[in-house]
């Protein structure tokens, strides 16, 4: 009996069917009512009781290797029998779907193209920053609001804070610290305020500083420089208001507002009627901002200005929702595909 297991057992793992007739020849032959292994089953009820154990595993396990013999041949026979069927080589391939560009980057490519066009250089500063770059050294009283913790993200609050910048205006403070003169550049980047995440606010968001120092600069040039980009991006038959304004790193400081594109003027929800949608802050370097960089102010003036990216992505295409921008949902990303 032992032979004729082992006998078994060998021919068991040679076999190789080709088709499921086959398959079920061999499942007869061996597990089948009159089959080798049923019979060797009759056959064990004449062993002698103290080999009953041994013979007993060795014919289960035979039993089993039959058994599974038979079912991977039947699996491989279907995977086989299924790929031959639709193996189509001359089919076209599968279609892998391109990401597209986020739309807070197509724009701020756009304007930094304008600017680059304009003779303008590119400058980037870290996010993290201290209470000299974004505050103190572009004429931040101590005790302006901005300071305050409901604004601004500190991570160490000790006497020279570290925290993450509230503006891109930093980096025209590191560009005048190093750069030599004059200085034409743009400053695109992230930003961080301490704000409730709504549909008009986010506590993240873009904006593109622009700096200008030379000798002779006048409110004239920064308005020119305005018109110039505002015309570019916007299209050659927009116009600029300027308002006057405050802000402490610039005097005298003005915002900018941009005839409605989309109801040209005549009043539409989107300018809520007035027909000018605001668009950037700006003004003249304040001389104060000069010093504390180390520029004479008596020889060099400059003119600077920052705009939000997701601001000017919202009038190009009407997004009203500012979480939009942050939640990467496909749907709204797709629309941007042909705009790259
Ligand atoms: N830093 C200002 C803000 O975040 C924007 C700004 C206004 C930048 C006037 C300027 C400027 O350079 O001159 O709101």
């Given at each position: ?41 009759e ?28 079912e ?7 995977e ?66 901005a ?33 030599p ?20 606010a ?26 110039l ?14 308002r ?9 400081s003005a ?31 304040d001389?104060?901002v ?12 400059g ?19 500012l ?18």
């Amino acid at each position: 009996m032992k032979e004729k297991i082992e006998a078994l057992l060998a021919e068991i793992d040679s076999l190789a069917c080709k088709s499921e007739n086959e398959i079920e020849e061999a499942r007869v032959r061996l597990l089948g009512k009159k089959g080798e292994i049923t019979k060797l089953f009759e056959e064990f009820r004449t062993v002698a009781p103290e080999l009953k154990k041994e013979f007993g595993q060795k014919l289960n396990a035979l039993k089993n290797a039959a058994a599974a013999k038979i079912e991977s041949m039947k699996d491989s026979l279907e995977e086989g029998g299924a790929v031959s069927a639709s193996f189509d080589l001359t089919k076209p391939g599968d279609d892998f779907p391109l990401g597209s560009r986020h739309p807070v980057s197509i724009v701020r490519e756009e304007i930094v193209e304008i600017f680059r066009k304009f003779g303008y250089d590119v400058a980037e500063g870290p996010e993290i920053e201290d209470d000299w770059h974004v505050f103190e050294a572009l004429n931040f009283p101590p005790e302006h609001p901005a300071r305050d913790m409901q604004d601004t993200f500190f991570i160490s609050s000790s006497a020279n804070s570290i925290l993450l910048r509230t503006h891109t205006s930093s980096v025209q403070v590191r560009a005048m610290e190093k750069m030599p003169l004059p200085i034409r550049i743009v400053c695109p980047g992230r930003v961080f305020r301490n704000e409730a995440i709504s549909a008009r606010a986010h506590c993240i968001f873009h904006q593109v500083e622009g700096l200008y120092i030379d000798e002779n600069v006048t409110f004239a040039d920064l308005k020119q420089a305005i018109l110039l980009f505002v015309r570019e991006m916007f299209g050659a038959d927009a116009s600029i208001r300027l308002r006057p304004s405050y802000f402490p790193f610039t005097e005298p400081s003005a915002e900018v507002d941009v005839s409605c594109n989309i109801c040209h003027g005549k009043g539409c929800n989107i300018c809520k009627g007035t027909g000018w949608l605001e668009i950037m802050g700006c003004g003249m370097v304040d001389p104060n901002v000069l010093e504390a960089s180390g520029i004479d102010s008596r020889k060099y003036s400059g003119f600077a200005f920052g705009m939000g990216i997701e601001r000017i992505a919202m009038l190009k295409w009407q997004v009203k929702d500012l979480r939009n921008y942050f939640e990467n949902d496909l749907r709204f990303l797709k629309e941007f595909e042909t705009s790259i």
